[in-house]
């Protein structure tokens, strides 16, 4: 897993943060975005069945792009893998444009040809939701844990919608947003007003577990939060600064996000 840094170009930075994570800052977000496909194309070789979580948000959708071009051109095998939904709004139908398993078929899951048996929603749109976290969390245990997780970094120290307080041990459950998220979310939406109160999201205990970890970070809107998060206290008021004690942890940040200009 070490090979993808030294086939990744424009490097300005490698930090070890911590035992456990290792920061290395781009240049750009073209780069950023280059890196984390070499990271993820280096995790699936390795492990071609791998149970993958993959973010929504705007942070990894270079990275996703990038991917996509590369299995287009044959580059990837993606037949194996088992891909599972990481958030999704309390009620609101799959198939709504808006809904996170909507975005997330649109971006990764059909771009990358991966077969929908392949696929396992985390679903906010039934009649028992908290029977919906339980289905999902046993999935989870069934294929072993997540082999890798590509998370992006909430503007509040958020990882899928673990809200702040989250504690490293919080389960999948259903969750209210915070204001910021709500903030943040807005831009989907058309106005703060329509954006959902309620989430599902897949648990801090299955995320921190996860045998390697991606975190994506862009931009000087991110700058405080990032530095929180990784050399900051570990707090359940950053639920990202757990991920200094989870195992092989990269962070991906490009030079607007790590100097905050
Ligand atoms: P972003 O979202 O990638 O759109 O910044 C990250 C998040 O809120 O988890």
Redesign the pocket.
Known sequence: MRKWRRRTGHICQSVCCSENVNLIVLGDYKALSCAGADWFEEGIREKPDAAIVP??????MGLYRELAERHSRGLIDTSQLCIFQLDAYLGLAQDDRRSLFGWMHRVFIEPLGIAESNVVRLAGDVLDPWEACRVYEAAVRAAGGFDLSV?????NG???FNEPPSPPDAPTRIVDLTPE?IV??ARYWGGEEHVPRHALTCGMDLLLAARRTLL?V??TH?HEILHRAIEGPQTPAVPASYLQSASHVTVLADQAAWQGR
């Open positions: 973010a929504t948000g705007d942070t990894p998370l992006g970094l909430g503007p958020h990882l899928g998220s943040s979310n994506v862009s931009g991110k």
